[in-house]
């Protein structure tokens, strides 16, 4: 881990909160909204970083949540809910807008990262037989999908660094990692906002925590129906849940996509369009839990059909 890196690790078991390197500032665009109370927001009293407005409720249980961030004016970077049991990531969450987008940092590194500030004992990642960590993806006939992309962190190397981290990835087929997928991240991309204090808050990830949800578990060439030591899940859907904060209020949209080996890149994107409700009750996550109750309930309940029409889809 580099010195200009701050990390926190919150074990959402009785466990501690770790962190280390820390330094610089965090440029937490929460406008204040998380000052009302409201019944289902995260406990941020032992990690501050949880009260942010693109954190989903955080599940509990064997999860743990990865905050990455730089001593720099964005402070926190990306973060990600790593489930420990299962070896997979839930989602990744972050916030964009104008001075965090752009740059010509893309593509810093060459291959994959093991999350070296994931301790051994909190799970790596996977090992196999004789204990050492290895990449499940290699040889499996799956990309390693980014859920924050590169292209969304290029404003400086470091950030850019950690979108390759494993724990940021997802197993996707190569027509929908470079298809439809893509094509959502070019426009989420567009839809960063240009004007100071607006903001877009993202929050994106693959269904890995119901059986009829996953597809198969793989490990490099080997693969599974059924759970197994050192296989990692395949999602059956991919999941993007986006809250946009402007000076006039509120507004938010949810892109759902089946997991299927065809290609689709051209599609209308208003095709993939469902409520923040709908999305939960697919997902079984709570997107968007830290704002107050009212607000939360009238963005995430607005039909598909004005959703698509408030966000020119």
């Given at each position: 881990?580099?010195?200009?890196?701050?990390?926190?690790?919150?074990?959402?078991?009785?466990?501690?909160?770790?962190?280390?390197?820390?330094?610089?500032?965090?440029?937490?665009?929460?406008?204040?909204?998380?000052?009302?109370?409201?019944?289902?927001?995260?406990?941020?009293?032992?990690?501050?970083?949880?009260?942010?407005?693109?954190?989903?409720?955080?599940?509990?249980?064997?999860?743990?949540?990865?905050?990455?961030?730089?001593?720099?004016?964005?402070?926190?970077?990306?973060?990600?809910?790593?489930?420990?049991?299962?070896?997979?990531?839930?989602?990744?969450?972050?916030?964009?807008?104008?001075?965090?987008?752009?740059?010509?940092?893309?593509?810093?590194?060459?291959?994959?990262?093991?999350?070296?500030?994931?301790?051994?004992?909190?799970?790596?990642?996977?090992?196999?037989?004789?204990?050492?960590?290895?990449?499940?993806?290699?040889?499996?006939?799956?990309?390693?999908?980014?859920?924050?992309?590169?292209?969304?962190?290029?404003?400086?190397?470091?950030?850019?660094?950690?979108?390759?981290?494993?724990?940021?990835?997802?197993?996707?087929?190569?027509?929908?990692?470079?298809?439809?997928?893509?094509?959502?991240?070019?426009?989420?991309?567009?839809?960063?906002?240009?004007?100071?204090?607006?903001?877009?808050?993202?929050?994106?990830?693959?269904?890995?925590?119901?059986?009829?949800?996953?597809?198969?578990?793989?490990?490099?060439?080997?693969?599974?129906?059924?759970?197994?030591?050192?296989?990692?899940?395949?999602?059956?859907?991919?999941?993007?849940?986006?809250?946009?904060?402007?000076?006039?209020?509120?507004?938010?949209?949810?892109?759902?996509?089946?997991?299927?080996?065809?290609?689709?890149?051209?599609?209308?994107?208003?095709n993939y369009v469902i409520s923040i409700r709908e999305l939960e009750h697919r997902t079984g996550i709570d997107f968007f839990c830290n704002l107050p109750d009212n607000i939360e309930e009238e963005v995430e309940?607005?039909?598909?059909?004005?959703?698509?029409?408030?966000?020119?889809?």
């Amino acid at each position: 881990m580099t010195k200009l890196t701050r990390l926190s690790i919150f074990c959402l078991l009785p466990a501690t909160l770790l962190t280390t390197a820390c330094g610089g500032s965090d440029d937490d665009r929460t406008e204040g909204a998380t000052a009302v109370r409201n019944a289902n927001r995260n406990d941020a009293s032992r990690e501050p970083a949880l009260a942010r407005l693109e954190f989903p409720r955080v599940k509990g249980g064997s999860s743990i949540v990865i905050i990455h961030a730089n001593n720099d004016q964005h402070g926190i970077n990306f973060s990600t809910e790593w489930d420990s049991d299962i070896k997979a990531q839930r989602w990744s969450c972050y916030q964009m807008y104008s001075t965090n987008s752009g740059g010509n940092n893309s593509r810093v590194v060459d291959g994959y990262l093991f999350d070296e500030d994931l301790p051994q004992h909190a799970v790596n990642y996977v090992t196999n037989a004789a204990g050492e960590n290895y990449d499940p993806f290699w040889s499996s006939g799956y990309d390693h999908g980014h859920i924050c992309p590169n292209a969304d962190r290029k404003y400086s190397r470091e950030a850019n660094r950690q979108t390759f981290f494993l724990t940021n990835m997802q197993p996707q087929v190569n027509n929908l990692n470079a298809g439809i997928w893509q094509s959502m991240e070019n426009q989420v991309r567009a839809w960063t906002p240009t004007t100071a204090r607006d903001t877009l808050y993202v929050a994106k990830g693959g269904t890995i925590d119901a059986p009829e949800n996953i597809i198969e578990y793989i490990s490099n060439r080997e693969k599974s129906t059924t759970p197994q030591q050192g296989f990692i899940p395949v999602p059956r859907y991919f999941f993007m849940a986006l809250l946009r904060t402007t000076a006039t209020g509120y507004k938010a949209l949810a892109f759902w996509v089946e997991h299927r080996n065809e290609n689709h890149k051209t599609d209308p994107l208003g095709n993939y369009v469902i409520s923040i409700r709908e999305l939960e009750h697919r997902t079984g996550i709570d997107f968007f839990c830290n704002l107050p109750d009212n607000i939360e309930e009238e963005v995430e309940t607005m039909s598909a059909d004005n959703i698509k029409w408030l966000w020119n889809l």
